[in-house]
């Protein structure tokens, strides 16, 4: 496969004009989608016209839900929400509509759609388009969750939820909106649910989503010249979470440390670090860590909202502590 | 605009006496404490959904409420297997998965009844977006109640419908109640009026006159359906069913208050302007020369 260099939002791009030329059925909608801000939907009016890029009114909790019926009469509805906390706004539609009508109607519809966003914090943007909401989306039940961390894993993901016949929530960390890295040309899927380890090592598991593999895979970069061997697991999917291959490596290692670019408590990193103490209690040398936000809203401030969030000193903090050779901090 | 022929007109009536007998079975059972859950019963309103009912092709869609039998049973669906879910049962509609407030059948165009408050609006406006991209010619109908006009997604909804010119009817029923308060309490101005300013027209017709509420649905229905132009925008038929019997019924402590409210609400007799689905009182509609007589839905 021949592959080129590309950003992480131009990734995005093409995984959604992949899926919209095999299916005339996939239409984006979104606030702006016809230009894009961010990018992910730009150019695609070009090829497929304003009848299936369509631009809405700034009514989430509605458009939303419009995609509900759509996919219920044969649409493959992309919607572009621009950013995370915008599924607050929507949360009805969401929760009580989305990841209900198949189960609650007994399976007799299929809801093919995908939910994506720019999310978590992008710098001084402030506690409302800072947000990642997707720990609170992972309770829902009912909804997938993706997370791609890589410009590769961007495209071919993005492929598959299209292709999902359930609704699919997909989150761009808005931090690696350009961040460029090997793309292949060809249209391809990475499968939902299926984790990636990142990064090869044999002391600890570093468990990490989002713009947070980058950040473990350089603390395991210099861990390593300290003869510390850091094993990156990236699960890519959150709902279903593929936890035989996160165990696997907790089973190699003996340690885990998990990342996640959300608030502590009820998030990716509690959810992961309690699953896998269930089933790997006897493997763990040391009590699995979390690296997570503080649990208040983000500030605007720069130097509040550094202390708030994760970043590559605390990884690393948390990596030493599980090998105790650092005490272990809160 | 002509009247429905005698058979059409037997067939309304049947099918609102269908819905009577059903919710009135489902009454007694849930007094017995047979039933699981909570059950809302649609007595009382049976002509809004037979109205509107009639007035639509079979592959043509609805959206209904948490009050939802009468519609589901006047778009098609069966009386058995809507049975069989309120008990729960696997061989219910959505397996038993659902229950009253949740039964969908999408073979007969029933996208689903909602337990949420205005949660069907958008997703019926969706569903008209999905036709008319598809490029079919069916028309959807929203049901919800006075309560949902209250809610943001009914605004937001006939907003995107009529930039969009979406082949969808609004059918706000208003039975006078918001959950237990009187509605002109909450609900400021005219429910018809509020489509007005996005270009949607609104029209109120007495939901207890099946005739007119058909009239009103034909008329919305066949302008949804021929699509885009200036002549074409959704429209929203308003139906004032006056007075409901039973509202809610759930099970409660016997004895407390919410106790006393549910066993007595169903208990109360109907409004005489409710009789429209062959009730013990027909002189409302006996009043009104060239409607009544023995052919009508009157009797």
């Known amino acids: 496969m021949t592959e080129r260099s590309q950003y992480f939002v131009r990734a995005m791009a093409e995984g959604l004009r992949d899926a919209m030329r095999e299916d005339p059925s996939v239409v984006v909608i979104g606030e702006d989608v016809d230009r894009s801000i961010i990018g992910a939907t730009r150019g695609l009016i070009d090829e497929f016209g304003a009848e299936r890029v369509r631009n809405t009114p700034i009514s989430e909790a509605t458009f939303v839900g419009a995609c509900i019926g759509a996919a219920a009469v044969g649409l493959r509805p992309v919607v572009d929400l621009m950013v995370g906390s915008f599924f607050y706004v929507a949360m009805d539609q969401v929760a009580n509509q989305a990841a209900r009508l198949r189960y609650m109607t007994g399976g007799q519809v299929e809801l093919p759609i995908v939910y994506f966003t720019a999310s978590g914090p992008s710098g001084s943007a402030a506690a409302q388009h800072s947000e990642n909401p997707h720990p609170m989306l992972m309770n829902v039940g009912g909804l997938k969750v993706v997370m791609p961390s890589t410009p590769a894993d961007a495209k071919g993901l993005m492929l598959a939820a299209v292709r999902d016949p359930n609704p699919v929530l997909y989150f761009q960390d808005a931090v690696l909106a350009g961040v460029r890295g090997p793309v292949p040309d060809q249209p391809y899927e990475v499968p939902i649910g299926v984790a990636d380890v990142k990064r090869e090592g044999d002391d600890v598991t570093v468990v990490a989503v989002g713009a947070l593999v980058g950040r473990a895979l350089r603390v395991a970069e210099s861990l390593a010249l300290e003869g510390v061997s850091v094993e990156v697991v990236d699960p890519r999917t959150l709902v279903p979470l593929d936890l035989d291959a996160i165990v696997g490596s907790v089973r190699k290692t003996g340690r885990l440390v998990v990342c996640d670019n959300a608030r502590r408590t009820c998030g990716a990193a509690s959810e992961i670090a309690a699953a896998v103490t269930e089933v790997a209690f006897p493997s763990l040398k040391a009590a699995p860590r979390r690296v997570a936000w503080e649990d208040v809203p983000v500030p605007f401030s720069p130097i509040l909202e550094q202390r708030v969030l994760v970043d590559e000193e605390r990884i690393s903090a948390a990596v030493l502590a599980v090998l105790g050779k650092v005490p272990v901090e809160g | ?299």
Not at chain 2, 114 to 129: F, M, Q, S
Not at chain 2, 174 to 181: A, I, K, P, V
Not at chain 2, 194 to 202: A, K, N, Q, T
Request: aromatic share 6%; proline share 7%.
């Open chain 2, 1 to 299: 605009m002509t009247e429905p022929d005698v058979g059409a007109q037997l067939e309304m009536l049947r099918s609102m006496l269908r819905i009577r007998r059903f919710e009135e079975r489902l009454a007694l059972l849930f007094k017995r404490g047979k039933l699981p859950g909570f059950v809302h019963l649609y007595i009382g309103e049976e002509a809004v959904a037979v109205g509107v009912c009639s007035a639509l092709r079979a592959e043509d869609r609805i959206t209904s409420t948490h009050r939802g039998h009468g519609h589901l049973l006047a778009k098609g669906a069966q009386a058995d297997r809507m049975m069989a879910e309120l008990f729960g049962r696997v061989t219910g509609y959505c397996r038993g998965k659902g229950g009253s407030m949740h039964i969908a059948d999408f073979g007969v165009g029933i996208i689903g009844a909602n337990g949420i408050v205005g949660g069907g609006i958008p997703i019926a406006t969706g569903a008209a977006w999905g036709d008319r991209q598809l490029g079919r010619d069916l028309v959807t109908v929203s049901f919800f109640g006075d309560g949902a006009s209250n809610q943001g997604v009914f605004f937001e909804s006939m907003n995107l419908a009529a930039i969009w010119r979406l082949p969808v009817v609004f059918v706000c029923e208003n039975n006078g109640y918001t959950e237990w308060t009187p509605t002109e309490r909450l609900t400021a101005g005219k429910i018809s009026g509020r489509s007005v300013p996005f270009g949607v027209p609104g029209l109120e017709v007495d939901g207890n006159d099946v005739l007119s509420v058909h009239a009103a649905a034909r008329q919305a229905v066949r302008r949804a359906r021929a699509g885009e132009g200036p002549a074409a925008p959704p429209r929203v038929p308003i139906g004032r069913p006056q007075r409901r019997r039973g509202s809610l019924l759930r099970p409660v402590p016997p004895g407390s208050r919410a106790a006393g409210m549910a066993e007595a609400r169903p208990d109360r007799p109907p409004d005489r302007r409710a009789n429209c689905a062959g009730g013990r009182d027909g002189r409302h509609r006996a009043d009104r020369p060239g409607r009544a007589g023995g052919r009508g839905p009157s009797r």
